[in-house]
């Protein structure tokens, strides 16, 4: 699984890559985004931080 992450106004946008053994639209969808097993992303305020404790 990758993870790569950007700030872009306002927002942390995060992507999440898999090769398929790692369901990443299930972790895109505990965030408010979406996508596919393989490829899916999300998008979180800059004033609310990444996330990576909960995933």
Do not use: C
Not at 1 to 10: H, K, L, P, Q
Not at 25 to 42: D, L, N, P, Y
């Amino acid at each position: 699984m990758g993870i790569v992450w950007y700030e872009r106004d306002g927002q942390i946008k995060v992507s999440l890559r898999s090769n398929g053994t790692v369901n990443v639209a299930k972790f895109a969808e505990k965030f408010g985004g979406g996508g596919h097993k393989a490829a899916a992303g999300f998008a979180v305020p800059v004033n609310k931080g990444v996330p990576w404790k909960r995933l």
